[in-house]
Each structure stands twice: as C-alpha cells, then as structure tokens.
C-alpha cells in the first residue's frame, strides 16, 4: 500500500512540474496570441524570435559566457578534485567546495558585486564570468572527486614504475578514466551558467545582456508576447538535453 501512495505521489509531482511547461510549449506552436485560445499550428513565433536582434545578441552573450565559464570551472575544479582526491581532504576541504551550492544565490550576488565596487571593476563581460566560474568551481569538483577517487592508487604507481612523468599520469591516465565525470561537470555547470539571473543580474553592467535577464526584463514589462514561449521552448529543450546527456553519462560511469 505504501508503495502505491508512493509511487501515486511521484506522479503527480512530475505532473505538477512539467504540465506548466508543456503548456509553454504548445502556445509557442499556436497561431492565437491567447493562451486557451488554439488557432492553429505555426511557426510564426519562432521566425520572428529569429528576426529579433536583441534576443540574438542576448544568447551570444549567454552561450560565450557558459562555454568558458564550463572550460574554466571545469579545470579549476577538477585539478582540485584530482589533488585531494589523491592526497585525501578533510571534511572542512570539502565543506569548503560544498559551500557555495548550498550559500543562498542572491547572498553571493550581492557580495560579488560588493566585491567589484571596492575594486572598482566595470561590470560587463568579464564580471558575469568571473562570477559564473567561481559558483561553478563547486559543482565541477563534486562531479569529479568521485571520478578520480574510483581509480585504483595502483594504476598511478604502475604508470610511474614505467617511468611516467606526474603529468603524463594525469593526462594520459586520470584523464581518459575520468572523462565521463568531466563531460557531465562540463554539462551541469554550462546549464547552470546558461539559465543563470540572479548572479547574472547583479554582476552585469550596461549593454550586456543575456536570455534569462532578455526575458525577465519583457515579462515585467508586460510583454510576455508569444515570441517569448518560443524561447522559453528553446531554453527548455536545452536544458532538458542536457539534463538527458548528463544523466547518461553519470549512469555509464556507475555501470562501467
């Protein structure tokens, strides 16, 4: 019985989640500009998204800003990842790591854009991914100790015993061993990076704008027109290929 009220449950929470976006998704689809109101399918919405030059620059911005923010959280945090995993840390280390996943989003916002104005930094591109990065670092280390932590100390003592360098461990050995944790580390924080406003919001300056901040700034306005559940759809189906990537690769890994 328990397990039926469970599984009941779960159902009904995955209803509740996705119904909201499955109505998204077909007013994108629909001639009528009125939710309720099914007029037919098209592709209107979607032609004049592509026509809209400021949602174009917006997702420039936004993409540029996730892929180096993916590659460079990525690195930091998985030369981090590699060392303790090896070394062995403690849990105030990894507390440390935790830490940022955990902070309210809005209190580090606010305390880097504290951080910029006592530096006197000009909040634009390099402010949005300094700040992506930093928040990012967290999560590229929780996907990638494990990863590194499943190799056996032996393979590293076997690769030296044949006169490896410690770099040639770590790129020739570690590296291809821990490639599924790496690609899902680089999915996760380019999803995280992407769908970012709240650290977005307060760490960019005039004149750089990403979709998130493009979308927030039209709803409030008032003009949550139809091109913008064209883009919601658009988001929405990224996100969810990328959740799908990363989930099989953290699944291979676990029957690997």
Do not use: C
Request: glycine fraction near 6%; proline fraction near 4%.
């Amino acid at each position: 019985m328990l397990n039926k009220l469970l599984k009941a449950y779960t159902y009904l929470l995955l209803v509740l989640l996705y119904i909201p976006l499955l109505l998204v998704i077909l007013q994108s689809f629909n001639a009528s500009k009125y939710p309720g109101e099914w007029k037919g399918f098209t592709l209107q919405w979607y032609v004049a998204l592509a026509s809209d030059g400021e949602v174009i620059s917006a997702a420039i911005n936004g993409a540029s800003i996730a892929i180096l923010s993916s590659l460079l959280s990525t690195a930091l945090g998985g030369v981090a990842a590699y060392y303790f995993a090896r070394k062995g840390s403690s849990s105030l280390v990894d507390n440390f790591f935790y830490a940022p996943i955990v902070i309210p989003e809005i209190v580090e916002s606010v305390s880097l854009l504290m951080l910029y104005y006592y530096v006197g930094a000009e909040l634009g591109f390099w402010t949005v991914l300094i700040g992506h990065t930093a928040y990012n670092v967290s999560y590229a280390y929780v996907a990638l100790k494990p990863q590194f932590r499943m190799t056996s100390s032996s393979v590293e003592e076997a690769a030296y015993t044949l006169g490896a360098k410690p770099f040639d461990v770590f790129v020739r050995v570690y590296f291809p061993l821990a490639l599924p944790g790496i690609i899902s580390s680089m999915l996760i924080t380019f999803s995280m990076s992407f769908d970012d406003f709240v650290k977005t919001a307060f760490t960019t300056g005039p004149g750089f704008k990403t979709l998130p901040l493009v979308i927030w700034a039209r709803a409030a306005r008032g003009r949550a027109t139809s091109e913008l559940n064209a883009l919601a759809t658009i988001l929405i189906i990224v996100s969810l290929l990328t959740s799908y990537v990363y989930t099989k690769q953290v699944f291979s890994g676990k029957t690997d």
